[in-house]
């Protein structure tokens, strides 16, 4: 059933998880450069200080952007973890991007500008994959509705490893991690100098940080639907694909919007569409 | 998705659609000659506007006398009707004739007396009589006749301010504006009559006018651009009309007492008798809506005057030819035909979607979008499960609305900015922000997630996965659904952009284009809070009453949905709290002083101004390269179905 | 005790330096000296700064860039100039396009001296500025703008 008090849950949670996890990241990739790093729990003296700066603005309308991106991320996030339809989530996650691409567009900065085009650009090298994603899953357990996969007891991974090894692909251009981290990065590539969020500061800086926390739970929460019959081996899961995505962003330059989009498209989308042809064929010859 | 076999109630009106259905049909043509005489301005705004008005309050009243669900019949005795459209369509082709011989285009001429020749033939079978030619209407044909009546009269109106405008600003192009109203009502009339008609050759009368009237509202102006583009169409649409005549001699030749000529029976007559016929015909509804091989004539439509455009992409002309695909869907679920047209849909849908990424032209754009939709549509209706049918014409609903919107704003935007490009509508929030709202509604209503497009949508991605060769069209869906997120979203950010010099040229919009554009745009939010009311009354009953199954949303989802919806509309709210904001600074130029205009100093001491143009990635999504692909697949494919069908005919 | 000096994020700028103080400064970032230890990240935007880091003295050509950064900081900001030319325009005072150090366009709260400066003495001043951070956040202080900064500059 759809449950309110994991949306609830998820909403008040999440974002203590997602600065951890941001924590945590920072800190390994401070361990890999041979550095030691910033505190555990320096992403929240960062959005805290965010919050603690004087708001500036280009234009007002900024705000209802950046504003309605957080909504729109919370809501799409709680409603995956109350166990709502998976395709719906994905339509509201999209939406909350498109607002985020239209915060960056509202002012007239070249910078925000060409990182609200890239940020376009990932979107539709991403979005495929994760709609095929969850196409697999209703493949495997009849049902597009989150609270029926994680029930389902299957071990979605065996059917649709194809599916999961783009997905993670594609988990690369979400967390903004190299070589997909076009729009806006945490390093400090700065040609586009902070691309999307280059004109957000102060607490609406600290508004699309928060956003991008919650981003990031639900996006192992994802990952944890392709291991969900287990939750042990899901969480461990979670973390090596979390800590894969580390070495992958400490490994690679960022990439062109050319390589990202036909990687995305023609090795990510390859691979899960392939798999789903088998598990469709498979279905369709071998009657269960 | 859950099933659906409610018993429909009985309903008090039945019949009184009797004199409806004929009214709509005659009506809009008595109004369409009055206007041939009318002389002045002023007479022709009152007569355009109390038929606009007439055609919308009886299109509506038909939602209150249609049966709840079926279909109801209206045999016509008169006789001489058919006769009379005989010699009409005889008289069209003469005109045609002189029209190719004027212009010295053979190739129509050709066309023309092929298709004559080929309605002769079906006159010599002798077929009529036995039939009695019949209307009908049933939820379907009551979904068209709103779309018609209301959208399409809207348009009207809207036409009236746009004309007087389009005129002055083109003193050029030869004021024929009382042949220009006479024509778009008589396209109304015709598309009453298509929808509402169950026998086959009056169904064709109405197509061949469909094709005559788009052919010269699209030359219009009547330069040679517009003459070219307009026999381009012709020729495309002729085309679907020999395959639609030749459907017609099949059914004479198979049944020679012409039972099989009304669609009502050649829709339960079972895929042996009908597949070639409704392969034919779906054909003919190929070429009217512009799918892949044929879709140059409406990218090349748009040199009409934008309602025109408006017409032909949202209520009329193009919704023709969905209509009947979906009309004869059930004849062409489960078979090989069936499948190939529905990827031809497909295909055009992917590489229609993605050719508007290159594109700037905010008309071509909306044209390769139009041509994108109407190949889902297809795509849907040729694989035509119930769901489908059902995400079918949902589709058809929601794209009309939100397309004409668009349609009428690009057309009000070029008036008072003197171009069509997306790069020009820079700032239009601040420029015009009423019509820049719109515009943005309009666009929302195109691919964001609580509008009808993405339900739609959404509900065909479920609906594929369940049917033969699903996978195919899921992946087509996944991957076209996201190219139409980066082309709707680049031109939303072109116009919220807050650019720094922006002058207010909203002023000098007349009432009336007002009225009509705020209407609409009404419609787009109203449709998607209704749309499960439009599901359960319209959609529903429909695909019940053919394939004894329907398919509808979950209550969860709409309940989410109407929960997004409010989240959406309350959002533009926080401005208010925010407007206080008093810290405003110039946007990042890399520390470059700019005036606030935005000029700043460049290398060599020089001025410059900061432009800022979008990605059109045009080395991937060029347009040459991607319709030449599209072009080659779908012409393949059709040459792949005229194949099968031969050898199923012969 | 607030968040401001645990997180403050820097811009740094060069002005017209001959690259020996950036050097350093960029040094500050490598494994050996790591001063994300102390939540220092090396923006490249002025509206996400706090610490506005410029090497270099000021000359006619970035006279207005170094105004226009300033203003583009959110406050509470501070600037820290590194190096003998920021801080006075050092050997190039007295060149003909050279006007002096940082602090004849901007207000400027720590001076590091050094040619180059070390990447001790340049964290040894950053820190310094975080404690002046602080006060400005306490005491709200607001940034008067210098006279030509304000929105969109002057030309």
């Known amino acids: 059933m759809i449950s309110i008090t994991n949306a609830l849950l998820f909403i008040v949670a999440a974002p203590f998880i997602g600065g951890l996890v941001a924590g945590i990241d920072r800190k390994i990739t401070a361990r890999m450069q041979g550095r030691v790093g910033p505190p555990l729990l320096q992403p929240f003296a960062d959005v805290g200080k965010l919050f603690e700066k004087k708001q500036i603005v280009v234009t007002p309308s900024q705000h209802v952007y950046t504003l309605s991106y957080l909504v729109f991320i919370v809501a799409s996030g709680a409603l995956f973890f109350a166990g709502g339809d998976l395709l719906l989530v994905i339509f509201a996650f999209t939406l909350a991007h498109l607002f985020l691409v239209l915060g960056a567009y509202s002012s007239y900065s070249p910078y925000s500008f060409i990182g609200a085009e890239r940020e376009l650009i990932q979107i539709i090298a991403y979005e495929p994959m994760i709609i095929l994603a969850a196409v697999g899953m209703y493949m495997v357990t009849k049902s597009f509705f989150v609270w029926e996969i994680m029930g389902s007891g299957l071990p979605i991974i065996l059917y649709l490893p194809g599916v999961f090894l783009g997905f993670l692909m594609v988990l690369t251009i979400k967390l903004r991690k190299s070589p997909f981290d076009l729009s806006t990065s945490h390093h400090a590539h700065q040609e586009i100098v902070k691309g999307v969020t280059t004109d957000f500061s102060g607490p609406m800086l600290g508004r699309v940080e928060i956003a991008h926390w919650y981003e990031n739970v639900f996006l192992l929460g994802f990952i944890y639907l392709f291991f969900a019959w287990n939750p042990l081996i899901a969480i461990v899961a979670i973390i090596v694909a979390y800590l894969l995505e580390i070495l992958i962003d400490n490994t690679f330059s960022r990439g062109t919007w050319k390589f990202t989009l036909k990687s995305s498209w023609i090795i990510a989308g390859m691979m899960g569409l392939v798999n789903l042809g088998v598990l469709y064929y498979l279905s369709a010859v071998v009657p269960a | 998705m859950i099933n659906n076999d409610k018993k429909p109630d009985f309903h008090p009106f039945e019949g009184e659609s009797l004199i409806t259905l004929p009214f709509l049909i005659l009506f809009p043509a008595a109004i369409a000659l009055i206007l041939l005489l009318v002389p002045g301005d002023s007479w022709r705004r009152l007569v355009v506007q109390a038929g606009a008005l007439i055609i919308g309050i009886a299109s509506f009243y038909l939602l209150f006398i249609t049966p709840g669900a079926g279909q109801e019949f209206f045999p016509v005795t008169v006789e001489w009707v058919t006769t009379l459209m005989f010699i009409a369509e005889m008289i069209i082709a003469v005109f045609l004739i002189y029209l190719g011989i004027k212009h010295r285009k053979y190739l129509a001429i050709f066309l023309v007396v092929a298709q004559a020749a080929l309605l002769l033939f079906f006159e010599s079978t002798g077929s009529h009589g036995a039939h009695v030619p019949d209307l009908f209407i049933d939820q379907l044909s009551l979904i068209m006749a709103l779309i018609i009546g209301i959208i399409g009269s809207l348009i009207c109106v809207y036409a009236l301010g746009y004309m007087a405008t389009f005129h002055q600003q083109h003193p050029d192009v030869k004021d024929r504006r009382r042949t220009f109203f006479f024509l778009v009502f008589i396209f109304l009339s015709s598309m009453f009559g298509l929808v509402f008609s169950n026998y086959l050759p009056w169904v064709f009368f109405f197509w061949e006018l469909t094709t005559l009237c788009s052919f010269l509202l699209i030359g219009y102006s009547g330069t040679g651009e517009a003459i070219n583009n307009s026999f381009l169409a012709l020729n495309m649409n002729l085309l679907g009309g020999i ?408 | 005790m607030t968040w401001l000096s645990k997180s403050p994020w820097i811009l740094h700028y060069d002005a017209s330096s001959c690259n020996g103080c950036d050097i350093e400064v960029l040094a500050c970032l490598s494994p050996l000296y790591d001063v994300e230890r102390f939540g220092i990240i090396n923006t490249g935007n002025p509206k996400h700064a706090d610490v506005l880091v410029i090497t270099g003295g000021i000359n006619e050509q970035n006279r207005e860039v170094v105004r226009n950064l300033y203003a583009q900081m959110p406050d509470p900001k501070v600037v820290v100039a590194v190096g003998i030319c920021a801080s006075s325009g050092g050997v190039f005072r007295e060149c003909y396009n050279v006007v002096g150090g940082i602090d004849c366009v901007i207000p400027v709260d720590v001076y590091v001296p050094g040619c180059a400066a070390r990447p001790e003495s340049i964290i040894d001043g950053i820190v310094k500025a975080l404690s002046i951070l602080e006060e400005k956040k306490k005491n709200g202080t607001q940034s008067s703008p210098a006279p030509g900064s304000g929105a969109g500059g002057a030309q």
């Open chain 2, 243 to 650: 395959a639609f005549a030749g459907a017609l001699i099949y059914l004479a030749i198979i049944s020679p007492g012409g039972n099989l000529l009304a669609i009502s029976t050649l829709i339960q007559s079972g895929h042996a008798v009908a597949l070639v016929p409704a392969v034919l015909i779906a054909f003919a509804g190929i070429t009217k809506s512009a799918l892949m091989p044929f879709s140059a004539w409406l990218v090349g439509a748009m040199v009409a005057p934008t309602p025109v455009s408006a017409l032909l992409h949202s209520s009329t002309m193009v919704k023709a030819g969905v209509y009947i695909i979906v009309r004869l869907s059930p004849v062409m679920t489960g078979t090989m035909e069936g499948l190939i047209i529905a990827l031809v849909g497909g295909f055009t849908f992917l590489l229609a979607s993605a050719i508007a990424i290159s594109q700037s032209n905010a008309k071509k754009v909306l044209a390769y979008s139009t041509i994108a939709n109407l190949g889902l549509i297809v795509a849907c209706a040729g694989v035509g499960t119930y769901k489908l049918v059902w995400a079918a014409i949902m589709l058809i609903i929601f794209h009309a609305i939100a397309k004409s919107l668009l349609f009428l704003c690009v057309g009000t935007v070029e008036h008072r900015i003197g171009s069509r490009d997306i790069e020009d509508m820079t700032g239009l929030i601040v420029r015009m922000p009423r019509i820049g709202v719109m515009m943005l509604v309009g666009i929302a209503g195109m691919f964001l997630a609580p509008f009808g497009m993405l339900i739609s949508k959404w509900a065909a991605i479920e609906a594929f996965i369940d049917a033969p060769f699903g996978l195919l069209f899921v992946a087509i869906l996944a991957f076209g659904g996201s190219i139409t997120v980066f082309f709707w979203s680049k031109w939303m950010g072109k116009i919220i952009s807050v650019c720094p010099v922006a002058e207010l040229v909203e002023n000098r919009i007349s009432r009336e284009k007002w009225i009509v554009l705020s209407l609409l745009t009404a419609m787009t939010v109203f449709v998607c809070l209704a749309f499960p009311v439009i599901s359960s009354h319209l959609v529903e009953p429909f695909v019940l009453s053919v394939y004894g199954q329907t398919a509808r949303l979950s209550q969860d989802n709409i309940i989410i949905m109407a929960m997004m919806l409010f989240l959406l509309m309350i959002m533009p709210f926080s401005l208010l709290w925010f407007r206080k904001e008093k810290n405003i600074v110039p946007p990042y130029m890399a520390g470059r002083p700019a005036t606030p205009d935005l000029h700043f100093l460049g290398s060599m001491g020089v001025q410059r101004q900061v432009g800022l143009a979008n990605y059109y990635l045009e080395d991937v999504f060029g347009e040459r390269r991607l319709f030449m692909a599209g072009t080659a697949l779908c012409f393949g494919l059709i040459l792949l179905m005229g194949t099968l069908t031969a050898g199923v005919a012969l």
